[in-house]
């Protein structure tokens, strides 16, 4: 339920954090890779990690609720509509039944059906005439925390080689191999979900993801230049 929050916040926070990496090893680029130093990519890396995992998770939150309030008006608007002109409502439903294919007969027999229950019209008309999603089984903070936790998890392992080695040009390879591997990862959860092929789930993940590093890696060369 929460894999959108989970691809999201994973890779914005794999590129976010490769992002940083990036920019110093470009920056780097044909100079002493030394000069970096792995207390300075770690720290810009976390500070990044974290501040923008933060925002991300609060942005996630008001979104979600945001939707949530648009979506509950917007039916209670419904709702009183149903109440004040009902053969309207009854007629709006058959309409959209029988441009979905169902026999006009039928379609009018649904609609009788549907009338009777306003809750129910309401969330068929929610559905298929506003194009509206129920959020009621989605919880602003459960989103929030998964948007949060998979911007830090995900994010956290372009920069595990500079916890582990002196920065360097070998460092910087294993942090990028280390960034497509956390892509292809993330590629892998997405399709375990969903019904799309392993190919192209993680083909699309991984070279979204690509285009960004190779992007930011730019940006240091060119402030080196």
């Known amino acids: 339920g929460n894999l959108r929050e989970v691809v999201y916040g994973g890779n914005d926070g794999i590129v976010t954090t ?13 100079g002493d890779t030394a000069l970096v130093g792995a207390v300075a990519v770690l720290l810009f890396g976390l500070a990044n990690l974290f501040s923008d995992a933060t925002a991300m998770g609060l942005g996630a939150f008001l979104s979600a609720r945001s939707q949530r309030d648009v979506y509950f008006a917007v039916r209670a608007g419904e709702l009183a509509e149903i109440d004040k002109n009902p053969d309207g409502e009854r007629a709006e439903i058959r309409d959209l039944l029988t441009a979905k294919g169902v026999d006009y007969e039928d379609a009018a027999r649904f609609a009788d059906l549907y009338i009777r229950y306003p809750d129910l019209a309401a969330d068929f008309m929610m559905r298929h005439e506003m194009g509206m999603a129920d959020p009621t089984d989605e919880v602003p903070s459960v989103t929030a925390l998964t948007t949060f936790t ?7 392992i372009p920069l595990i080689p500079y916890f582990l080695l002196p920065p360097d040009g070998r460092t910087f390879a294993l942090s990028v191999l280390a960034t497509f591997g956390a892509l292809a990862l993330l590629g892998l ?6 019904t799309e092929t392993v190919a192209r789930s993680v083909g699309e993940t991984v070279a979204v993801g690509g285009v ?11 402030f080196r230049l």
């Open 189 to 194: 959860v997405r399709w375990r979900v969903t």
């Open 212 to 222: 960004c590093a190779v992007i930011a890696y730019a940006v240091g060369v060119m």
């Open 150 to 156: 998979a911007f830090i998890l995900f994010g956290c």
């Open 18 to 30: 490769f992002a940083v990496v990036a920019g110093f090893a470009g920056a780097a680029m044909g």
